[in-house]
């Protein structure tokens, strides 16, 4: 009897799994007179719960109600796909204790900008394990027993289907590929190892609950010939894209742009200074871009800070935050992107709320 019980949980586990892969992105809500799919709340796992980008982190944010986890992706010196914001280690864990790799200190240019540091790609995946994930809130570091390290993609979606069947409802992930051009002059090209992964992890689907992210519009058109995943344009506030000489965001963001956008990928994704109005904190008001963007077929996700962009940015302050995540919701974001889940999903109940009374 045992046996059959644990047989029936196995078998359970598994259909409940590849139906989360499988799932629909987003949930069916009325608004305006017809059905659109609920915004999401995607989370990048900050340092709640630990160190960011750790598993303890990420689970953190699945009790918070993120439906979408968030990784930026680099390689390995082996070709393994890590979770890291960008390939430079010494800001997020304890490279710089390790004298057995002091000789690795390099000095590298990335995406023009001159790097110091111990990088991910003159590190196999079994030396990357060995390091320990650091920043996390010291009354919440784990024992030495759970010592946090860095985590691969194929860990990042198991950590989401657990959370499927733990939480009873579909969390996916989101791939970010970061510096795409400088790790495929390496001969370490992250898209067709991102495709590889979808393909055996069962995503490889336009409905499935991945989502694969870039700033870069190569890498983009690169995946959109190697899997069938849902492909997101990050834009950020730079001058161009990389990959697109002479082609600046504002070009992508004219009505002209935002048709051909629609013909390549699935969303686009801003800074929250594209799709409000920040000029008065009291009243943020949207700036137009989002429905511009739903007119053209795109859905938008906005981005609420980054590693190197504060939220919420000036002229707010902290005690802004709920205020200012309201607004991208009410603003008809599709989505909003951030480090912790709580806040944003406070934020779009708060929306909600205030829609259908």
């Known amino acids: 009897m045992r046996q059959s019980r644990w047989i029936q949980s196995r078998r359970q586990f598994a259909i409940s799994a590849l139906a989360a892969a499988l799932a629909p992105v987003g949930l069916p809500l009325r608004a305006q007179g017809e059905t659109r799919p609920a915004p999401l709340v995607i989370a990048r796992g900050a340092a709640a719960g630990g160190p960011a980008l750790s598993r303890a982190a990420y689970l953190t944010a699945i009790d918070q109600g993120a439906d979408f986890l968030a990784g930026s992706l680099v390689s390995s010196k082996d070709g393994v796909l890590v979770v890291r914001e960008d390939d430079e280690l010494s800001g997020a864990t304890d490279v710089a204790a390790h004298p ?57 979606i198991a950590i989401a289907r657990a959370g499927c069947v733990s939480q009873a409802r579909v969390i996916g992930v989101q791939a970010s590929l970061a510096h795409p051009t400088y790790f495929a002059n390496l001969d370490l090209p992250l898209e067709p190892k991102l495709a590889q992964v979808i393909h055996a ?54 009505p002209e742009g935002l048709a051909r956008l629609a013909r390549e990928v699935w969303a686009v994704a801003l800074p929250t200074e594209a799709v409000l109005d920040l000029s008065n904190p009291r009243a943020p008001q949207a700036t137009g871009l989002i429905a ?19 939220f919420p940015p000036p002229p707010f302050k902290g005690g802004d935050s709920r205020r200012l995540l309201t607004a991208l919701f009410a603003a008809g974001a599709d989505g909003v992107c951030g480090d912790l889940a709580a806040p944003i999903a406070r934020a779009r109940g708060d929306a909600l709320s205030a829609h259908r009374s």
Request: glycine fraction near 10%; proline fraction near 6%; aromatic fraction near 6%.
């Open 100 to 156: 057995e790799f002091a000789e690795r200190r390099a000095t590298r240019v990335i995406d023009g900008v001159t790097r110091e540091g111990w990088f991910t790609e003159d590190f196999t995946l079994a030396e990357l394990k060995s390091l320990t994930l650091v920043g996390g809130p010291r009354d919440k570091r784990p024992a030495a027993a759970d010592r946090p390290t860095l985590l691969t993609f194929e860990e990042l």
């Open 201 to 254: 992890q069962g995503y490889n689907s336009p409905v499935a609950a991945m989502l694969v992210a870039s700033e870069e519009p190569r890498a983009l058109k690169v995946l959109s010939q190697l899997t069938t995943a849902r492909r997101v344009q990050r834009i950020g506030a730079g001058s161009g894209p990389v990959g697109a000489p002479g082609v600046s965001w504002a070009d992508m963001l004219s």
């Open 292 to 310: 511009q963007a739903h007119m053209a077929g795109l859905r938008v996700h906005a981005w609420a800070g980054s590693e190197d962009t504060p």
